[in-house]
Nanobody, 123 residues
Framework: QVQLVESGGGLVQAGGSLRLSCAAS????????MGWFRQAPGKEREFVTS????????YYADSVKGRFTISRDNAKSTVYLQMNSLKPEDTAVYYC????????????????WGQGTQVTVSS
């Protein structure tokens, strides 16, 4: 069983920054693509970013490209999401996910989800 535990969410003003972390249990973290998704009230869960098993490849949604950065530390079994220049439309619950396939992970290609962490950006 794999557990993903997110932290780092909170309330921030527009233009500010937050850094999310996702700590994974289990010994296979370094073998998998990891990703971040988000879900705003009344909307479907959407892809934000993903990173390959060795960190060599990253993928971003157009809406966050240039503002968000995903990274991972396999020694700590942790994936990070640095969010800069935050906008009110970034407000959502952010979920860490383990992907079953490489590349731009889809919701249907996730086998484990974190519990989510709330990010609220005020205008």
């Amino acid at each position: 069983q794999v557990q993903l535990v997110e932290s780092g969410g909170g309330l921030v003003q527009a233009g500010g920054s937050l850094r999310l972390s996702c700590a994974a249990s289990g010994r296979t973290f370094s073998s998998y693509t990891m990703g971040w998704f988000r879900q705003a009230p009344g909307k479907e869960r959407e892809f934000v970013t993903s990173i390959s098993w060795n960190g060599g490849s990253t993928y971003y949604a157009d809406s966050v490209k240039g503002r968000f950065t995903i990274s991972r530390d396999n020694a700590k079994s942790t994936v990070y999401l640095q969010m800069n220049s935050l906008k009110p439309e970034d407000t959502a619950v952010y979920y860490c996910a383990r992907g079953l396939s490489p590349g731009r992970v889809t919701v249907g290609a996730v086998d484990y989800w974190g519990q989510g962490t709330q990010v609220t950006v005020s205008s």
